[in-house]
Each structure stands twice: as C-alpha cells, then as structure tokens.
C-alpha cells in the first residue's frame, strides 16, 4: 500500500498535464494548483512523520514506478512543447501549462532521475541519464555522484552552499562548478580506464541536448525548441534550489591529521512532510540518502538527530528565493547545528 502512495502523489499531475496540453481549460490550473497550493495543504493536513517511528522497506515495485514516471515525462515534455509552440491554446492557457509543467520537471521528474542514476542498473541510470539530457542538464549525471557525494558539505563540492550565499550567487556558481568539475572527474576515469576520448560522457550530455533541439525545431519549430530551453531552465533552477537548501552552510570539520570528517546526518537538511515526500519520492530525506547513496526511496530514513527544515523542502526552495528572509530564517538553524558537540570517534 505504501508504495501505491508513493505512484499516486508522483502521477497524479500527468493526466492534469496532458488535459493542459490537449485541451487547455482548467486542467492546468488544476496541474498547477495540485504541485503548489495542494501539496502544501496535504503536508498539512497529513501528520508529519515522526523521526525514527517508522521501519522503511526497500519496497518491489519500487523501480518499476520510476520507470513509469521516466517514460511519462518524455511524453509530457513533447505534448507540452507541441502545445506551447501551437496555436490551439490561448496565452493564459500557455501559462497555465508552462508553470504546471515546470513545476512537475523540477519536482517530480528531478528526483525520479536523480533516483534512477543512484541505481547499479545501466538501463535504469541511464534512462535518468537521458530525462537530465531531455532538461539540458545531462553533467548533472556525472557531477551529482563523482563531485557531489564525494566533497559535499566542503568548499570542494559547488553543490554545497556556504552560509550567507545567496540563492542567486550560489546558482551561477554552482551551475558552472558541477559542469567543470563533473568533466574533470569523468576525464581523470576515461584515462585511468585507457577508453578513447571519443567515450567521455560528456559527448552524450552535449550532443543529446543539440539532439532533443533538433527534434523540437523540426517538429514544433523555432518556437518548439525555445520551449524547450525553458522549461529545461525552469527545471534546472528548482534542482539547484533543491541543492542549496538541502545542505545551506552545513559544513564537515577538518580533523587533526588534516582530513575532513566523514559525511555524517548532521550534514544535510531534511524535512518530514509526508505528501511532498512521497510526491518527490523521499528526496526530503537527504541524510541517508547521502549515508545510502544505494538505498532505494522507500527505504529511505529520518532520524530524530538529523537537522531538520522549519517546512517542507518546496516551500523552502520558494523562500530561498528571497535571500535576506532565507538568511533570517535559516542561519541560527546553521549555528545551532554547526554548534552541536561531535562524537569524539569521528577524530
């Protein structure tokens, strides 16, 4: 039953898409309402849930749902190209099913493919491989686990915000250090591997990015691969807004001998709403997922001694758009948690 929640709070928005797309009307509002206003409400409403009281299971099934929600999403993305490079909607309609569609690409489709390239599977990686390309951000896939998960919460991961950083600042800073970073980590594996440079990923990245505009242009127009552009930087904007809150100014300690502390919970923010959980399949519960890199969504932990977020991680990233609230907010919490004692055993 549980992973019947989870299908249900990531798919319910694709028939509200495709309605939007197909036939305008109310049925974007209705996406728009339901990633948004809703969502917000059913956190609410929906008891959080209680750190440590659960026993999660790496239910079956589990991949079988982000399969379904990687092949929707290339469907999505094509019906709402043709729709907004069309001429059978009007402009508010187009706005309806621009916001609605983005907000889905950022929430939903982000953190299945960021599910689906943590998988040993090589179809699995790289089925979330090609929706981060379908978004224009296809390093992310090389980046997020060659850069990320090795220096996150240090100064070497641009992933990792710094306390009194702006989202703003952070984004362009990030944006440009992943794409770096993630070619030289690539590169530094392609030679230690002896594979020609004509395997490095990167080529993948690029050329399906050049691919998927080309489909758009011949299929929908200059205006199609526009689109295209959008929504992947509407997308990409609400991962990085997903980076900058989920480890804001936690920073891992330099130890005696010179080494960085290992990655512990206290190095990640997590939030224990239960709808927008189990919409964003458990990606608010960034700690273990950092502890487990392998670990399936379900079974994916809170723990009561994790840091956590004072709502849930949407209506977080919405704040961290206004940075001097964000900073007002947030930065006791960093002090509070970077002040806490640390087990001794880490040294």
């Known amino acids: ?19 939007a797309a197909l036939w305008g009307g109310l049925w974007g509002w209705a996406a728009l309402i339901y990633l948004t ?25 589990a991949d079988a749902v982000s399969v379904a929600l990687a ?3 290339f469907g999505i993305l094509a019906l ?5 490079a069309g ?19 950022g929430q939903v489709s982000n953190s299945n493919a960021h599910e689906l390239i943590h998988r040993g599977s090589r179809t699995l990686h790289a089925l979330g491989k090609w929706v981060y390309i379908s978004l224009l951000f296809g390093h992310h896939s090389s980046a997020h686990p060659l850069v990320h998960h090795v220096h996150v919460a240090t100064d070497r991961d641009p992933n990792s915000a710094r306390r009194g950083e702006g989202f703003y600042r952070f984004f362009l800073r990030a944006w440009a250090g992943s794409f770096v970073k993630g070619f030289a980590a690539e590169s530094a594996r392609l030679e230690r591997a002896g594979r020609p440079a004509w395997q490095h990923p990167y080529g993948t990245y690029i050329g399906g990015a050049v691919l998927i505009l ?25 991962l990085m807004l997903s980076d900058y809150v989920q480890h804001y100014g936690l920073r891992r300690r330099k130890l005696q001998d010179g080494k960085t502390e290992p990655v512990s919970d206290r190095h990640s923010w997590n939030s224990p709403q239960v709808f927008t959980s189990h919409m964003m399949l458990n990606a608010p519960r960034h700690s273990d997922h950092h502890a ?5 969504y379900p079974a994916l932990r809170l723990e009561a001694e994790m840091p956590m977020l004072p709502r849930s991680l949407p209506v977080m990233a919405t704040l961290a758009l206004f940075p001097g609230l964000w900073k007002r907010v947030m930065n006791p919490r960093v002090d509070a948690v970077m002040a806490e004692p640390r087990p001794l055993a880490a040294e």
């Open 1 to 19: 039953m549980r992973l019947a929640s989870f299908a249900a709070a990531s798919l319910m928005p694709v028939p509200l898409l495709a309605g």
């Open 37 to 61: 206003l809703m969502a917000a409400a059913l956190d609410e409403v929906i008891r959080a849930a209680v750190p440590g009281a659960e026993s999660p299971s790496d239910l079956p099934g």
């Open 71 to 73: 092949l929707t999403h």
């Open 80 to 84: 709402a190209v043709a729709a907004l």
């Open 87 to 105: 001429s059978w909607l009007g402009t508010v309609e187009k706005a309806a099913l621009f916001a609605a569609t983005a907000q889905f690409f």
């Open 214 to 238: 080309l489909i758009a242009g011949v299929l929908a127009g200059p205006m199609g691969a526009a689109w295209v552009v959008a929504l992947g930087l509407m997308a990409q904007s609400q």
């Open 292 to 296: 487990h890199p392998g670990r399936r």
